[in-house]
């Protein structure tokens, strides 16, 4: 009875092993245990597939290879080629998409679109709503070169017809433009986020300064856009190196394999129960979007913006 | 007292018939017309075992492909596997747990209506893994209305393919007085697309192969071989027969050609009539035939693209029913309700009264008939060998050469250089 009647609290253990944010601690453990199960564990599945021969990857007691579908995977041509169309692509997406999301919320934050901002706004957030696969049917539809909507403007206008989805020297144009339509929303938001909070009075020192449009813009707003652009180059760092479902509906890795990105690549070969070597390439892909999002965060954050 | 023993015997009565009741899971990728088949095949198995119930479940061949092995390899094995022999064989190479049906088989008594062709593609590396059940036979359609609006009749050899599509593309054949339609719908998007037409120009000209022969040669540079392979680049490229969308066209975008009116000819499978004979689709304004003769001493022919057959798993959850299921497909009543539903048979000792003349080329073949060769069955290494095909054909798809036949040369060159290193 003596014990029990010293023995300390649940509640009392609780704040002594997690301190004074014990309550904290109890309420997101659920959330905590959740994000464990639901995101770790099949990440760690994948990568533990991706050590097993792809025959037996399923079984309950699968035969463990080493890296012997690593070096499968970095041994193929195709899976090499597909990793620089995927590298050169996401250059090319992330650039264009934050430069044009970045005018776009400037546009839409000058002073001089008091009125109507509101309707450029919804046009630009919608696509970010809809649901992805039914754009893509639709950029799709547009793009035909038999009955799209892009041709027949074209030739309305008399102009030369886009290649469109069925030319290696257009498609990926085409899913660039696609994809800016469906993404570039997002980033505008956050960069309105940002310009909501720049220092206004930073803004009026340099135009008594005298200094000029882009000098103003460079050395004034350009810094206080740091948080912005910082999350948002990270966030499409990781969304195009993953770029899949585009090419799922509109392309398929074509024409040719001008469009065969790691994510579409490791898919086919998961459909073709290669199970080891694609979930190689998607270890793959996790460690590269790893390592550049940390990279370009920490740069980011070290660099002197002014 | 009284409550508990009622109650006693009520449990003893359900437990009794749940465990009497089984239910059978077949999994296919057949679509509504599969599933109709086996509910009608079900109803009549049922009057033979009464606690049996039939529940098919259709996928996208894809996903029947991952969902199947994944299945097999964690005992959560469906009891019964329908779908084409050579799709069979790749889930018996990476499971090894489909089931030799060879002495089930024996000790069926009627079975004389299956050749030995018939029963050759239905055996891998000593095994029966599938009872077949439907031969899976593909023609050559064009659109009648199109033929008689540009005055043409059904195309019988390559030069008449060539004409009519010069014409449907040229004549606005539908008549709408638009620039918008086509000679020929194929599909290029995925290798295995791609690799399937191949196989209905090659299969259907007469030849043997596509790629490599019984004894490893390799043969698409052989003249025969050469030519059909370099007429079947060049309507995708030089000749512009297709949809220049057509090299990111899968098979629903095939369809959608087909059934959208956009091209006039096209491939024609057993399973695709009955579907295309309603008003809402084709209408039946369609004709089947041969494929286009390209040689004058070979024949050309309608392909047969295998079997369609039953596997059973060695792990399916209710195994003796399960052979018993399959044994019963190729009765007289199951026959009939797969030619009703599906357009394909084993079987031909039943009724074919009121059958279009569309799905007789099919019920009751009076044409040349060329059966694929299935290199697969034979060479271990075929499927990576096929894929570097696949993926040379599609690079070249858009990439057109000057001269075709010099790179067909230089193709087989680099494929025997790859067969090599696989052996």
């Known amino acids: ?306 | 007292m009284k409550l508990k023993a009622l109650l006693a015997g009520t449990t003893l009565a359900l437990g009794g018939s749940m465990a009497m009741a089984e239910e059978l899971v077949i999994w296919h990728d057949l679509g509504d017309n599969g599933i109709n088949w086996f509910a009608e095949a079900g109803e009549a198995f049922k009057k033979m075992h009464p606690d049996v119930t039939v529940k098919s479940v259709s996928f996208p061949t894809d996903q029947w492909y991952g969902k199947s092995i994944a299945a097999l390899n964690t005992n959560t094995a469906p009891d019964l596997l329908y779908n084409n022999y050579e799709r069979v064989i790749r889930v018996v190479d990476q499971t090894g747990k489909v089931m030799d049906l060879s002495d089930v088989f024996a000790g069926m008594a009627d079975t004389g209506f299956l050749s030995e062709a018939d029963l050759n593609v239905a055996r891998y590396d000593g095994n029966m893994i599938i009872l077949p059940v439907q031969r899976v036979q593909m023609g050559f359609g064009a659109r009648k209305s199109w033929l008689e609006a540009v005055g043409e009749d059904f195309p019988e050899t390559w030069e008449d393919v060539q004409r009519v599509s010069a014409k449907f593309i040229a004549e606005d054949p539908d008549g709408n007085g638009k620039d918008d339609t086509y000679g020929l719908a194929l599909e290029a998007a995925n290798p295995r697309d791609l690799i399937h037409m191949l196989d209905l120009y090659t299969f259907g000209a007469g030849l043997r192969h596509t790629l490599i022969d019984g004894a490893g040669e390799i043969v698409i540079d052989e003249p025969k071989h050469k030519q059909v392979l370099v007429e079947f680049l060049k309507t995708f490229t030089d000749y512009g027969y297709v949809s220049p969308d057509t090299v990111t066209h899968s098979f629903p975008e095939m369809y959608q050609v087909i059934e959208g009116g956009r091209a006039g000819m096209f491939r024609v499978g057993d399973w695709n009539v009955k579907k295309w004979d309603g008003a809402d689709v084709l209408n039946g304004d369609f004709l089947v035939g041969e494929w286009p003769q390209h040689f004058d001493d070979v024949d050309n022919a309608v392909v047969i693209g295998g079997m369609r057959g039953v596997a059973v798993p060695d792990n399916a959850p209710n195994k003796d029913m399960a052979i018993e299921f399959a044994k019963f497909l190729l009765s007289v009543e199951a026959q009939q309700a797969s030619l009703n539903n599906v357009g394909a048979a084993v079987r031909g000792d039943f009724a074919l009264d009121g059958l279009s003349e569309r799905r007789l080329v099919f019920a009751q073949p009076a044409h040349n008939l060329n059966a694929y060769d299935f290199p697969e069955s034979v060479h271990a290494f075929y499927p990576e060998l096929e894929a570097d095909f696949h993926r040379e054909l599609l690079e070249v798809l858009v990439d057109p050469q000057d001269d075709w036949g010099a790179y067909v040369d230089a193709l087989a060159e680099r494929m025997r250089a790859k067969r090599d290193s696989l052996k």
């Open chain 1, 1 to 306: 009875m003596t014990t029990r009647a010293n023995a300390p609290s649940v509640s009392v253990l609780a704040r002594r092993w997690l301190g004074e944010n014990a309550t904290f601690y109890l309420f997101a453990a659920p959330f905590a245990a959740l994000t464990i199960v639901m995101g770790l564990w099949p990440i760690a599945l994948s990568i533990q597939t991706s050590f097993t021969e792809s025959y037996t990857a399923l079984s309950p007691q699968p035969t463990y290879v080493g890296f012997a579908n690593y070096i499968e995977v970095f041994g193929d041509p195709v899976f090499t080629k597909s990793a620089w169309l995927t590298l050169r692509y996401t250059v090319l997406a992330v650039v264009l998409n934050l430069v044009i999301a970045l005018f776009y919320a400037m546009f839409l934050s000058s002073v001089l679109l008091s009125r109507g901002a509101w309707i450029f706004k919804l046009c630009c957030f919608l696509p970010v709503v809809t649901p992805d696969v039914a754009g893509y049917i639709v950029w799709k539809w547009m793009y035909s070169g038999d009955f799209g909507a892009v041709n027949a403007a074209l030739t309305a206008l008399g102009l030369p017809e886009f290649g469109g989805v069925s030319q290696v020297s257009t498609v990926t144009l085409a899913i660039l433009i696609a994809e800016m339509w469906y993404h570039v929303g997002f980033y505008v938001v956050i960069f309105l986020a940002n310009f909501a909070m720049l220092d206004r009075t930073l803004d009026e020192a340099a135009h008594l300064d005298k200094a000029g449009f882009w000098r103003k813009f460079t050395r004034v707003t350009l810094p206080q856009l740091r948080p912005a652009i910082t999350i948002n180059s990270i966030y499409a760092l990781i969304q195009f190196l993953k770029t899949f479902t585009v090419v799922v509906v509109i392309t398929k890795g074509g024409p040719g394999t001008a469009t065969n990105f790691v994510s579409y690549y490791a898919y086919r070969q998961f459909d073709q129960a290669q199970y080891g070597t694609a979930t190689a390439m998607a270890t793959i892909l996790f460690s590269v979007i790893m390592v550049l999002a940390f990279a370009l965060y920490w740069y980011n954050q070290r660099r002197d913006w002014r």
